[in-house]
Structure formats: structure tokens, C-alpha cells
């Protein structure tokens, strides 16, 4: 993914080295000051790894796909803005690292919530606190 591409009210685009700060701020992790959240963020930035979703106000959320895994695509990250949830962020950065994948059949999606992350854990059809189910 070289082009933004608009996606009616917000652009995905790939995310360049210098919005490393600005996707902590939008972090409900990394905000809260967990230093190695910030460093992979960095890090991610730095590898040209990131894709953000962005509108008029700023960033609204960013994906990490990593080609680590027997160089099959893997989303280790998708994280949306507090403020941006609801709008359907999180699906069209997941819709577009899929469109961009190298190996769009090897894609893979691991749906489980970290426990850290109670904002997203109440957001979804999970109850906060419990353990979200392992695919199997």
C-alpha cells in the first residue's frame, strides 16, 4: 500500500518513521506510559510496517502486519482511538492490510484481546474481565 486510499470519511495510508508520537497519544496502552508498547511502536514505524486510518481531526487508529511467521502476513496490532471506535476503523485497516497482503491466503487474524486493553475488552461482544475464546 504506496497511495492513500479514501475510504469515504477517513484515508488509509502507510504510516511514515515521524508518526511514531502521534500513534502512542492514540494508544490505550502505550498512552498509559508502557514503554515497550512505545518502542514497538517506534520500531513498526521505523520498518515501514504501519497502516493508519486518518480524518480532518488526526489519527483514528493504525494495523501492523509482520511477515515473521514462516513469511506468512500476521496482524500483531490493530488499535483504534477510543474516541474513533464505532465507525468502522478497525474493519477497513483490517480490509486494507488484506487487499495489500503478499499473501493474501496466508493472512492470518488472531481475534484475541490482550486483558491490558480493557477499553477494547468492553467494546466488544465479550464481557470485560473474561477471558476472550481461543480460535481453534
Not at 517506534?42 to 520498518?47: E, G
Not at 500476521?74 to 477497513?92: D, E, I, K, Q, Y
Request: charged fraction near 20%.
Amino acid at each position: 500500500m504506496d497511495d492513500s486510499v479514501d475510504l469515504g470519511e477517513f484515508v488509509v495510508r502507510r504510516a511514515s518513521e515521524s508518526e511514531s508520537d502521534a500513534l502512542v497519544v492514540i494508544d490505550a496502552v502505550a498512552v498509559e506510559g508502557d514503554v515497550g508498547r512505545q518502542a514497538s511502536i517506534r520500531k513498526w514505524c521505523q520498518q515501514g510496517l504501519v497502516v493508519v486510518a486518518e480524518d480532518a481531526s488526526g489519527l483514528l487508529g493504525y494495523c501492523v502486519v509482520e511477515y515473521t511467521f514462516f513469511e506468512q502476513g500476521l496482524v500483531t496490532m490493530l488499535m483504534v482511538a477510543p474516541s474513533a471506535r464505532g465507525r468502522g476503523v478497525g474493519h477497513r485497516l483490517l480490509n486494507a492490510v488484506a487487499a495489500s497482503c503478499t499473501n493474501p491466503q496466508a493472512l492470518h487474524l488472531d481475534q484475541r484481546l490482550q486483558p491490558a486493553d480493557a477499553a477494547t475488552a468492553s467494546t466488544s461482544r465479550l464481557e470485560p474481565g473474561r477471558p476472550s475464546p481461543r480460535p481453534r
